[in-house]
């Protein structure tokens, strides 16, 4: 029986249920002799296979058990004596091992006459026959119904699974579509700012020279030397500009010696501007690795640098570049600055267009790389980033 209706009323119990609560109470108690009278009738097929069960164990534990029962078939399987009744006066008595199933009936009927007794001995063997078939049929739609359960979970769960497979699929495209809008956004406003820097600087200071020039030409021989020197030094710095505004966009030390010296030169130049004291270990192992991969590994370091000078207020940068044992890359880039609350959220970083950290990350990304963000005990923020095996294969 079910625990739930262990505190229901009895009279709220179906027929069934009343006769396993009597029968309970009944097998419960100690005793040395037990009467059941009728005990399997409001039983289903499967309990009576289990009372009978317990009747033997009883035997077993010299339990005098008074069976009073119209199912021939099961009282033949477990009784040792059969007593017929007829109004509660006895008309026989016999041992079931040496009763036959007839010999009862013909009792019962009171009637040796074939043609009485062969249609109930017949009706008595379909009647239990019928029970075991009956309980297979309860056992089969049982099983069945558990199966149209399982199948009817399983397939909840496979659409919850799709649900959040084309949820997450989603929210994938939505984020790829907003990373191209501002891909194409940031390209847009660095040519912007690249024609702006080209044609108010460099442009506006090579006019300005024209003119001095042409006002050099007009003016006392004596005085030409000093303005035609002022013009060339104001040429040498445009120039220099100029390279600045050239290496930003395609940094030439890369294509001419590699990594490990365009990063030194980078480091050299944003000390300069920036008044950061840096100190750079770069593993003299470190070799060539392959042109997309030095070019993005510079630009991840490059946003860096720029992310510490911009928002890090900071007074000292380490920057470490190693090869490991397993032939990746690790960079890391350690401030003194204010440093971040941990754990960063890029999505709320897009949100405010703090496209920095957002950018390295998915640089990072497109390398197949990992990227961690960490706040050391002493205060600032540290990027550590591993690049597996970006070396040519001549290389590893």
């Not at 297979?136 to 909840?156: I, Y």
């Not at 809008?181 to 940031?186: I, M, P, V």
């Not at 000390?271 to 991840?300: C, H, K, Q, Y």
Request: charged fraction near 25%; charge should be negative.
């Amino acid at each position: 029986m079910s625990p739930d209706l262990f505190r229901e009323r009895v009279v709220n119990l179906s027929a069934e249920q009343k006769q396993v609560v009597a029968l309970a109470r009944a097998l419960c108690r100690p005793s040395r002799l037990l009467l059941l009278d009728d005990a399997l009738e409001a039983l289903s097929f499967a309990r009576q296979e289990k009372l009978l069960g317990r009747i033997e164990q009883l035997k077993a534990q010299h339990v005098s058990v008074i069976l009073s029962s119209d199912d021939l078939e099961l009282t033949l399987s477990v009784t040792d004596r059969i007593l017929d009744l007829d109004q509660g006066h006895q008309l026989a008595l016999r041992r079931t091992a040496e009763a036959t199933p007839r010999e009862i009936v013909e009792l019962i009927v009171g009637s040796k006459q074939q043609a009485r007794s062969t249609p109930v001995i017949w009706a008595f063997e379909n009647y239990h026959r019928a029970q075991q078939q009956a309980e297979a049929l309860r056992q089969d739609q049982l099983a069945l119904r558990q199966s149209l359960e399982e199948k009817d979970s399983l397939n909840r769960e496979l659409i919850e699974r799709l649900n959040n497979q084309l949820e997450a699929l989603d929210s994938l495209n939505l984020a790829l579509q907003d990373a191209s809008r501002r891909l194409l956004s940031e390209r847009e406003a660095e040519r912007k700012a690249l024609a702006r820097e080209l044609h108010d600087q460099i442009i506006q200071d090579l006019l300005s020279y024209n003119y001095q020039l042409e006002e050099a030409e007009n003016a006392p021989l004596e005085s030409q030397p000093l303005e035609l020197a002022q013009i060339r030094q104001g040429i040498r710095q445009v120039v220099g500009s100029l390279r600045q505004v050239c290496s930003d966009l395609r940094p030439p030390t890369i294509d001419n010696h590699g990594l490990s010296a365009a990063i030194r030169s980078l480091v050299g130049q944003w000390a300069t501007r920036s008044g950061i004291a840096v100190e750079l270990d770069i593993d003299p192992e470190l070799g060539r690795l392959l042109e997309p991969i030095e070019l993005s590994v510079f630009r991840i370091i490059q946003e860096g640098l720029r992310n510490v000078q911009k928002h890090a207020s900071a007074t000292q940068v380490l920057l470490s570049l190693q090869r490991t044992d397993m032939a990746s890359l690790v960079v890391r880039l350690v401030d003194n600055g204010y440093g971040m609350a941990e754990p960063v959220n890029l999505a709320a970083l897009t949100a405010q267009k703090h496209f920095g950290l957002v950018g390295i990350s998915e640089r990072v990304s497109l390398l197949s790389g990992t990227l961690a963000v960490k706040s050391p005990p002493a205060g600032g923020l540290e990027l550590e980033i591993e690049i597996p095996s970006p070396y040519p294969s001549a290389h590893k």
